[in-house]
């Protein structure tokens, strides 16, 4: 079973600059998450998205940070202008229904970026 | 969310058994506790989750006190494999926000040769 895919890998950007990552779930997925990881913490919600739908943007930077999932498939994050303070890894994980407490989330290997 | 507290590192011997402590006292009766691993450069990887009685599958077991305040992760073996990341999480069974992860800092647990 293919997991979740992230591209790219890595990224290195100025500040200031625009940046988007991209994700594509395990297929058949419903429930698609965007993480933020800062060297030294945990991942750190940034968006949920039910198919096509946001379901929790709530701790989403929208002056700069924005998010798709047009065919409830897969998902860009955009950064748009960004600042030293966006260096992190990116985490995109999909879950089968987002509808049950006991339900499994599987992560991507994550987008590196950093900003100079 | 009921917060967790785990230690920041531990050290454990190669091919001995890894016991992470977790504490979870504001934990309510309904909620789950779930354990993940992130192993460097990778995302977070699904270990195991209970509600109130032990469980064990292929990766570990789950140990949960019996007033639900506290529970360890047993790795029965460590292997070097093992060295990572070990995130403690509560989770709400409903709700908004309850079908996310809120992630604290973890263990970082080394298993030495």
């Known amino acids: 079973e293919a997991g979740v895919a992230q591209s790219p890998r890595y990224k290195i950007i100025e500040k200031r600059q625009s940046v988007a990552f991209w994700c594509n779930p395990i297929?058949?997925?419903?429930?698609l998450y965007w993480y933020q990881q800062i060297l030294g913490q945990g991942p750190k919600l940034l968006i949920q998205?039910?198919?096509?739908?946001?379901?929790?943007d709530s701790q989403l930077p929208k002056d700069r940070f924005s998010a798709e999932r047009l065919k409830g498939v897969d998902s860009t994050l955009k950064i748009q202008p960004a600042k030293l303070e966006d260096s992190a890894v990116y985490l995109c994980?999909?879950?089968?229904?987002?509808?049950?407490?006991?339900?499994?989330?599987?992560f991507g290997s994550g987008t590196q970026l950093s900003v100079l | 969310d009921a917060k967790t507290t785990q230690p920041t590192s531990m050290d454990c011997a190669e091919g001995r058994a890894a016991n992470l402590p977790c504490n979870h006292s504001?934990?309510?009766?309904?909620?789950?506790v779930y354990w993940y691993r992130q192993i460097h450069s990778q995302g977070p990887q699904y270990i195991i989750h209970?509600?109130?009685n032990n469980e064990t599958n292929e990766m570990a077991s789950l140990i949960i006190t019996e007033d639900r305040k506290s529970s360890t992760l047993i790795l029965p073996h460590a292997t070097l494999r093992d060295t990572a990341v070990y995130y403690c999480?509560?989770?709400?069974?409903?709700?908004?926000?309850?079908?996310?992860?809120?992630f604290g800092k973890g263990t970082k647990l080394s298993v030495i040769p």
């Open positions: 994980a999909s879950s089968l229904a987002g509808g049950k407490a006991n339900e499994k989330l599987f």
């Open positions: 297929s058949g997925h419903a429930t």
């Open positions: 998205f039910q198919n096509n739908g946001v379901v929790d």
């Open positions: 504001t934990i309510s009766g309904n909620e789950y």
């Open positions: 209970g509600l109130k």
């Open positions: 999480i509560v989770r709400p069974p409903s709700g908004a926000g309850s079908y996310q992860l809120t």
